[in-house]
């Protein structure tokens, strides 16, 4: 079955500090956005990769592509307001409904070939899948109170707020790639855009539809502060 890789690229890297959006950032003298395409494409050199790049981004990723002779294939589609409907767009250049779809973040370039396959595996036997790890930490869950349903807490709320303990081994860290066979992912965004829709899974639960979890790699870490950027720095010394 083809094989695709819808790799979502419109941040602003505003927590990252500085002007450069952070999937443009070098680590150890490449892209971070060069890093992903080359993890995708270094698994299975079939998969069709579609790079979503707000349009204001192009021209400079031409330019990139240029100055490092980045030579793996893909196609562009233009970013979005929001990251789904950069997914809609992605799935504009979905050629078939007979494939899988992997829609992944463009600031993880750390994640493994095992994981991709095992991605595409399951997506193919039940439909759609993502890729989860534990939580390694003691979690507690903040008790609604003191501030107004749907509010964020100001900091000094937070220490005042009651709080629980939860069982950790009841919850799972969700990363990409979220993979879908193409005919339910395209079925699920031709729904109307809603704030719950925080990543591909759920706009696919929206319909009523299971998904199916499998192991990531604590590697697979999206780069989001400055100190994503040394630990990068640390797996790529490391043999990344």
Known sequence: MKRYAIIVAGGK????????????????????????????????????????????????????CAQYQFAVPHRIADGGATRFHSVQSGLSLVDTPEALVAVHDGVRPFVSPEVIRRCYAEAEAHGAVVPVIPVVETVRQLVSGDSEAGEPRRPEAIVNSRSVTVPRDAYRLVQTPQTFSAALLRRAYEQPYRDAFTDDASVVEALGCAVSLVDGNRENIKLTTPFDLIVAKALVDSGW
């Open 13 to 64: 890297g505003l927590r990252m500090g500085g002007e450069l959006p952070k999937q443009f950032i070098p680590i150890a003298g490449r892209p971070v956005l060069m890093r992903t395409l080359d993890a995708f494409h270094a698994c299975d050199a079939s998969i069709q990769l579609i790079l979503v790049l707000p349009r204001d981004h192009q021209a400079y990723w031409h330019e990139l």
